[in-house]
């Protein structure tokens, strides 16, 4: 079946543009979640839902990012007046349930670059 | 706050020897873990994963690991390792007090010579 996709695959922006990255979990899965992975670094949560609810946003590093699951599938990180520390692959990730330790499957991730 | 260190950033073996990536973590209760494989030019992918019981844990592709409680341990290992196993490696954690995160090494690029 069809993984976790995520668009735009690449994204280049200038400092101070807007940007809007998608994720389109596997159809089914309550749980999606955002990670920013700086190069060469590890995956860094930045928020969770379940369905449509925003249970935890503890990782989002600032007011400029903003996520949104409305209908409980698709979802979109928006980042506000990017900055150069911004650029990271941000990746999305899906998991069936609601429980801990639910293996969580991974899209291929947006890369953005912050000029 | 909980942590995951990879000891080996690079490693970089021939065909058929043997590998053994180290993984601990800072977290004192129970806890999750998983080897997750990136292979360039694609995603992240599960390679196995531990919650309980059986300490050594089979995953695909002829990988395991053992979770060693008194030494926060969860190496990966591989027996002989091929070509195609040239990737990146992260180990991860998902506390129960935090179920849903994932703590993420920061990983080890592992490079097999023909």
């Known amino acids: 079946g069809a993984g976790v996709s995520q668009s735009p695959r690449y994204k280049v922006a200038k400092r101070g543009q807007d940007v809007a990255l998608r994720c389109d979990p596997i159809s089914g899965h309550v749980s999606l979640f955002w990670y920013q992975q700086a190069l060469g670094q590890g995956p860094e949560f930045l928020t969770y839902?379940?369905?449509?609810?925003?249970?935890?946003k503890s990782g989002l590093p600032s007011d400029r990012f903003f996520a949104e699951r409305p209908e409980g599938s698709v979802s979109t990180l928006k980042i506000q007046r990017t900055q150069q520390e911004d650029s990271a692959v941000y990746l999305c990730?899906?998991?069936?349930?609601?429980?801990?330790?639910?293996?969580?499957?991974f899209g291929p991730g947006t890369r953005l670059l912050v000029l | 706050a909980q942590s995951v260190s990879q000891h080996n950033h690079h490693v970089i073996l021939s065909e058929a020897a043997s590998l053994e990536l180290g993984c601990n973590y800072s977290?004192?209760?129970?806890?999750?873990l998983f080897w997750y494989v990136q292979y360039p030019g694609q995603h992240l992918q599960l390679l196995l994963k531990y919650f309980s019981g059986d300490p050594l844990v089979k995953g695909i592709k002829g990988f395991e690991a053992e979770f060693i409680k008194s030494k926060f341990s969860f190496n990966l290992r591989k027996p002989s390792v091929q070509w195609s196993d040239t990737a990146e490696y992260f180990c991860?954690?998902?506390?129960?007090?935090?179920?849903?995160?994932?703590?993420f090494g920061s990983g080890t690029r592992l490079l097999v010579r023909p």
């Open positions: 839902f379940q369905n449509e609810a925003q249970l935890d």
């Open positions: 991860a954690v998902n506390a129960p007090d935090s179920s849903y995160k994932l703590i």
């Open positions: 977290y004192g209760g129970t806890v999750n």
């Open positions: 990730a899906s998991s069936r349930g609601l429980a801990g330790g639910e293996t969580q499957y």
